[in-house]
């Protein structure tokens, strides 16, 4: 059985940072952040692959950074420069197989409730 317990969302202004956190419990292979916005569909925000290389959103490259403490089980997503676009609800994601397409959210069978993100300007 695996959970996933997403933190560190809040409002923040334009330009500001956040980190989120999600604590992991259970085995895991493919981990990653997503996001929905009211009205939109759910996006991938950022991954880990098998090999916990990194790879991002165009929409976030240069401004977020995905990390895993391997010793506490945590991923972490780091998000600097925050823009207007980037408020949306963020969750945490992870699979146990590597995924035909990493950016899709029906390749992740384990989610977080998720962590509020607002930034205003």
């Known amino acids: 059985q695996v959970t996933l317990v997403e933190s560190g969302g809040g409002s923040v202004q334009a330009g500001g940072s956040l980190r989120l956190s999600c604590v992991i419990s259970?085995?895991?292979?493919?981990l990653g952040w997503f996001r929905q916005a009211p009205g939109k569909e759910r996006e991938a925000v950022a991954v880990l692959d098998g090999y916990t290389r990194p790879i991002y959103a165009d929409s976030v490259k240069g401004r977020f950074t995905i990390s895993k403490d391997n010793t506490k089980n945590i991923l972490y997503l780091q998000m600097n420069s925050l823009k207007l676009r980037d408020s949306a609800m963020y969750y945490c994601?992870?699979?146990?197989?590597?995924?035909?397409?990493?950016?899709?959210?029906?390749?992740?069978?384990?989610w977080g409730r998720g962590t509020q993100v607002t930034v205003s300007s």
């Open positions: 259970g085995p895991t292979y493919w």
């Open positions: 994601a992870a699979t146990d197989r590597s995924p035909f397409d990493w950016s899709e959210p029906v390749e992740y069978i384990y």
